[in-house]
């Protein structure tokens, strides 16, 4: 569903405490309702500054504007936290539980070998990103998956492929339960997945269905 100008914070599909012991509640309030709730507010300032209230989001993290370098830069970074988050926080879930026996999954060891080979080269690409960034699984439509990386709050190309799956590599996220260990807030992620949303997705992505 495309979303418009002004753009809300999109509430938690879970409490605080919900994700506990994996992420304590002050990480996650300090997450979602002061640095996700910044870059609501920040986006929509800049909406308003620069005319662009008519813009979706979706536009707004894919059009290029003609805005000054820097007027532009903090456009992108605002939208693309938005997007970005809004997307990871609805694919988490309070209930832990090894991945279902389904389309995306059946994708996913046909093309990784095994969840296993899937989740540590996700860790790898998590370890690989020089300062914040995003890990992503993407799908091409019918023509398969691949995972990617992002840096700061830059956003796949949403034109070519679909988010499946997103993990948060900002240090907010994971430094306060997590420190530096990369490895395990990957576990701690990929243990915290919602496979019915991921599901969704790559079955939009296969319908040729936009998401977000």
């Given at each position: 569903m495309e979303q418009y100008f002004p753009f809300q914070l999109s509430p938690l599909p879970y409490g605080y405490i919900s994700l506990m012991p994996y992420c304590d509640a002050n990480t996650l309030y300090y997450h979602h309702d002061q640095y996700n709730a910044d870059a609501v507010y920040e986006l929509n300032q800049l909406a308003v500054r620069h005319r662009l209230t008519d813009r979706s989001l979706r536009q707004l993290v894919m059009e290029d504007y003609n805005l000054p370098t820097a007027q532009l830069n903090r456009l992108k970074n605002a939208a693309g936290a938005v997007y970005n988050h809004q997307t990871f926080f609805e694919g988490?879930?309070?209930?832990?539980?090894?991945?279902?026996?389904?389309?995306?999954?059946?994708?996913?060891?046909?093309?990784?070998?095994?969840?296993?080979?899937?989740?540590?080269?996700?860790t790898e690409a998590a370890q690989g990103l020089i300062g914040s960034g995003w890990v992503w699984l993407a799908a091409e439509g019918n023509r398969g998956i691949h995972i990617a990386t992002t840096e700061n709050?830059?956003?796949?190309?949403?034109?070519?492929v679909t988010p499946v799956l997103i993990l948060d590599m900002w240090e907010h996220a994971y430094l306060p339960v997590q420190h530096f260990d990369k490895a395990a807030y990957v576990d701690t992620w990929f243990s915290l997945i919602d496979w019915d949303v991921a599901e969704q997705r790559y079955l939009d992505a296969l319908s040729g269905k936009a998401v977000g």
């Open positions: 988490i879930a309070c209930k832990a539980g090894s991945p279902p026996d389904n389309r995306l999954t059946e994708e996913i060891i046909s093309t990784y070998g095994s969840m296993a080979q899937f989740q540590q080269l996700l709050n830059k956003i796949l190309p949403l034109d070519a």
